[in-house]
Antibody, heavy 118, light 107 residues
Framework: EVQLVESGGGLVQPGGSLRLSCAAS????????MHWVRQAPGKGLVWVSR????????SYADSVKGRFTISRDNAKNTLYLQMNSLRAEDTAVYYC???????????WGQGTLVTVSS | DIQMTQSPSSLSASVGDRVTITCRAS??????LNWYQQKPGKAPKLLIY???SLQSGVPSRFSGSGSGTDFTLTISSLQPEDFATYYC?????????FGQGTRLEIK
């Protein structure tokens, strides 16, 4: 059974940093591209970032470019999102998701809440 | 970036109704269109990928169609568990973008 479990969310002050993790199991993690998607309270889904299977290629939404870094450790079956210079507008539930055959997001974690507030 | 526009934004329907949700892309995306269902407090769930392919385990009352810029998600006979928010998503180009969502409510 495919499982994705996010962790690392919490309350952080504006300008602060946080690192999210996504532990994967039930599939060959090193064969799949992975994504982060976020959802602000009461709002819609917004794509954040993507990484290819070996970690050599990444993409970011303009809103997080230069502040967030996606990475992965295939030996640990874990995806990461390092978030720096956090702003109030980064407050959201952050989901990790697996990339499917046509860049559909075929499995999602349960999400982890990041709150940026003083 | 490719803009995705869903209509309607919200919809009231009854159990047993046939429901159609529309998604329009700001430029042609071929068949790179996916549909998700999200229930309150839960992660999104993939329903349809590549415009018309049913994800494994998804009931056959869900179907998708379209290509180019115009797409539809149809639920042939609404069940109580189908009341949720639905999102379309284009995977034609980076950045991946989602529609604003359609909230399906019980009439």
């Amino acid at each position: 059974e495919v499982q994705l479990v996010e962790s690392g969310g919490g309350l952080v002050q504006p300008g602060g940093s946080l690192r999210l993790s996504c532990a994967a199991s039930g599939f060959t993690f090193s064969s799949y591209w992975m994504h982060w998607v976020r959802q602000a309270p009461g709002k819609g889904l917004v794509w954040v970032s993507r990484i290819n299977s070996d970690g050599s290629s990444t993409s970011y939404a303009d809103s997080v470019k230069g502040r967030f870094t996606i990475s992965r450790d295939n030996a640990k079956n874990t995806l990461y999102l390092q978030m720096n210079s956090l702003r109030a507008e980064d407050t959201a539930v952050y989901y990790c998701a697996r990339d499917g055959p046509v860049e559909d997001l075929d499995y999602w974690g349960q999400g982890t809440l990041v709150t940026v507030s003083s | 970036d490719i803009q995705m526009t869903q209509s309607p934004s919200s919809l009231s329907a009854s159990v047993g109704d046939r429901v159609t949700i529309t998604c329009r892309a700001s430029q042609s995306i071929s068949s790179y269109l996916n549909w998700y269902q999200q229930k309150p407090g839960k992660a999104p769930k993939l329903l349809i990928y590549a415009a018309s392919s049913l994800q494994s385990g998804v009931p056959s009352r869900f179907s998708g169609s379209g290509s180019g810029t115009d797409f539809t998600l149809t639920i042939s006979s609404l069940q109580p568990e189908d009341f949720a928010t639905y999102y379309c998503q284009q995977s034609y180009s980076t950045p991946v973008t989602f529609g604003q969502g359609t909230r399906l409510e019980i009439k």
